[in-house]
């Protein structure tokens, strides 16, 4: 038996007592009881603290034993949902190393940079090649600058598409970085047909709702049938599309004042999409 610290977002986190031939499955369900409601699955999970070994997801079954040497070295295992953001998780690795850890060397301050600059909207794909470049590096550097190398190398497979997102498409899709969210907003980042949550809101707020149908029908012509299927609208209905409580939506965003029946078909499925991000 081993005393392991389980973090991250799970329902029962804390010191556990647990067997060596336990597998990470069973820490995760039998002594956390389970990831959080809003991240249903781990999509990594973490062994040995900040600078411990990142492992997949799709790896919960290997055992502890299998990672005795990352568990003694800091006896912290860290479960992390689906908003598990790569870009945002090397910069509080860099910036740990250097307020906390004290590994404040020219090779943490350039990877900081660079991912400063991609988690702000100014990375580019010479950037991602540069990252690459550093995390090969092997000779003159201390132990911390070596994991941090080898978490970039191990981020960067298995969040490669994630990285390019960032860099070139200037986009977070797990609405972390803010400063590539869409429209500004977390709602509007993760709404599959990029609606202008904040701004239906505030029209709905006013009793403008004329200008919010508006808002939502412009959206609408603006995405193709399939992108449109997201918010349940249909292009073949026009504009007849059926209509539904304006009050209990705006009830559900705790907006007062409407008191007038005037939606489209459509608000729930993406409201209930910005609910999630909240």
């Known amino acids: 038996m081993i005393e392991v610290r389980l973090i991250g977002a799970i329902n029962n986190p804390g010191l556990k007592q647990v067997d060596e031939s336990s597998t990470f499955k069973q820490l995760l369900e039998e002594h956390g009881n389970g990831m959080l409601k809003k991240y249903p699955r781990p999509i990594v999970f973490q062994v040995g ?5 990142v492992v997949r997801g799709t790896r ?3 055992r502890v034993r299998d990672h005795l040497p990352e ?32 590994v404040d060397t020219p090779h943490v301050r350039e990877v900081n940079r660079i991912i400063e600059d ?9 950037d991602l090649d540069r990252l690459r470049e550093l995390a090969a590096i092997e000779n003159g550097i201390v132990y911390g600058e070596h994991r941090l190398n080898v978490i970039i190398d ?83 209905v026009g504009d007849g599309v059926g209509r539904l409580g304006l009050v209990k939506w705006a009830s559900f965003c705790g907006i007062e004042g409407s008191n007038t029946l005037s939606t489209t078909a459509g608000t729930p499925a993406w409201m209930l999409k910005a609910r999630h991000v909240v």
């Open 71 to 102: 568990t003694r070295t800091a006896r912290i295992v860290a479960f992390f949902g689906e908003r598990f953001c790569p870009v945002d998780f090397l910069r509080f690795l860099t910036r740990f190393l250097v307020r906390e850890a004290r």
């Open 118 to 126: 991609i988690s702000a909207g100014h990375g580019t794909h010479d």
């Open 154 to 236: 191990d981020l960067m497979d298995i969040f490669g598409d994630d990285f390019v997102q960032h860099a070139v498409g200037k986009y977070c899709h797990f609405s972390v970085c803010r400063q590539l969210f869409h429209m500004n907003a977390p709602c509007s980042n993760t709404c599959p047909s990029n609606m202008n949550v904040p701004g239906y809101i505030e029209l709905i707020k006013h009793d403008r709702l004329n200008d919010a149908y508006t808002l939502m029908k412009r959206v609408r012509s603006a995405q193709s049938h399939e992108s449109a299927g997201f918010c349940g609208l249909s292009a073949s």
């Open 49 to 53: 603290g900040p600078l411990g070994t």
């Open 60 to 62: 919960i079954n290997d």
